[in-house]
């Protein structure tokens, strides 16, 4: 089944421990992208990938780290987090970045 | 970037057709429209895309204006498994796509 995996789904974290919210794709697609969601801002993209080893900043990338070693793989990396990090967190892959995009179910983070 | 704008909530019937406006003035030549919508505590789903002409697929179709500034994501028969936040988004190959706006959240009564 073509699937987008994000783990974990749910995550309580205190300010300034990294963390690491893995995003895993099983469609061989080459591009892939981070986006937040927040209460009446919809989603932000955060960080895009065109393909393995090229990376790229999306519209809020401050506070985030992304790595792309492998196509399958794409995750997002929070050095130091901070409360306003708070948020929903979406990973997607697409073939192309023309191509429809599949979701991952999302993770829940929480920053206290 | 270009943007585009939907009202933020409309209602439906059940088994009624269904037109959702998306407006998108400042779209370039090569941008197309896509379609996505969320299901409640779900991630977004793809609905539909085109870049000219109008399109048609299981789930719903798109009419896309002559001049482009413009779209309708048409559901032909609501069900109430259709109630979800839908979202018009213009997307190019530069990648740095895909910017959600607030989208229409959509109501379907029995």
């Known amino acids: 089944e073509a699937q987008v995996t994000q783990n974990p789904r749910y995550l309580i974290t205190v300010t300034g421990k990294k963390l690491t919210v893995t995003c895993s794709q099983n469609?061989?697609?080459?591009?892939m992208s981070w986006y937040r969601q927040d209460p009446g801002l919809g989603l932000r993209q955060i960080y895009y990938s065109m393909n393995v080893e090229v990376t790229d900043k999306g519209d809020v990338p401050e506070g985030y780290k992304v790595s792309r070693k492998e196509k399958r793989n794409f995750p997002l990396i929070l050095e130091s987090p901070s409360p306003n990090q708070t948020s929903l967190y979406f990973c997607?892959?697409?073939?192309?970045?023309?191509?429809?995009?599949?979701f991952g179910q999302g993770t829940r983070l929480t920053v206290v | 970037d270009a943007k585009t704008t939907q009202p933020n909530s409309m209602e439906s019937n059940e088994e009624e057709p269904v037109h959702l406006p998306c407006n998108h003035s400042?779209?370039?030549?090569?941008?197309?429209i896509h379609w996505y919508r969320q299901l409640p505590s779900q991630g977004p789903e793809y609905v539909i895309h085109g870049l000219t002409s109008n399109v048609n697929n299981r789930m719903a179709s798109l009419a896309i204006a002559e001049d482009r500034k413009s779209s309708t994501l048409i559901l032909h028969r609501a069900t109430l498994r259709d109630a979800a936040v839908y979202y018009c988004i213009l997307c190019n190959n530069a990648g740095n796509m895909l910017t959600f706006g607030g989208g229409t959240r959509l109501m379907v009564k029995p």
């Open positions: 400042t779209i370039s030549g090569t941008d197309y």
């Open positions: 469609m061989n697609h080459e591009y």
């Open positions: 997607a892959s697409s073939l192309r970045p023309l191509s429809r995009a599949f």
